[in-house]
């Protein structure tokens, strides 16, 4: 509720206390994973106070929350539901949509025309799967995103 009172200098304006929130620090992660229990062990990763995480299977899920959320972290597997380029089309977008996020290149099928273009994309790390947790943590720890490893973000 905000009221304003007239006084000699102009209009007061007075905020109602409840009113007054602190600036939400939340962290935004989405996880692009064709393979449910890879994308449920990470969700789980990120699935800690002061995050917000989504996750998306398929290329158009994972499309659609690039549309209609900012991210500050993106974990995308390179090949998505037999699409071999279904990872670098999360990565083009994010590059356009969130282009402060860190983008993590999980895959499973490493080669160097796929790390070449995925750098290219904005993928910060191209990690070949199998890869340890902790080593994405450690990635999402320097930009303030908090893991089961990290849990307030800051090591």
Do not use: W
């Not at 299977?57 to 549309?67: N, Q, S, V």
């Amino acid at each position: 509720m905000v009221c304003t009172q007239p006084t000699a200098n102009g209009p007061l304006l007075a905020v109602h206390a409840a009113m007054i929130m602190p600036l939400s620090v939340n962290k935004s992660v989405l996880i692009v994973e064709d393979e449910q229990s890879i994308r449920d062990v990470l969700v789980e990763l990120f699935e800690v106070e002061g995050n917000v995480v989504s996750s998306a299977e398929l290329l158009p899920e994972a499309l659609e929350r690039l549309r209609t959320q900012r991210f500050d972290l993106v974990v995308t597997d390179l090949r998505l539901g037999g699409k071999r380029d279904g990872g670098l089309q999360v990565m083009a977008l994010a590059g356009m949509l969130s282009p402060d996020a860190m983008v993590l290149v999980l895959t499973a099928y490493p080669d160097d025309s796929n790390r070449q273009a995925s750098l290219r994309l904005g993928a910060l790390h191209f990690l070949e799967k199998p890869v340890d947790l902790a080593t994405i943590a450690q990635f999402a720890a320097t930009i303030g995103v908090g893991s089961a490893f990290t849990p307030t973000g800051r090591e």
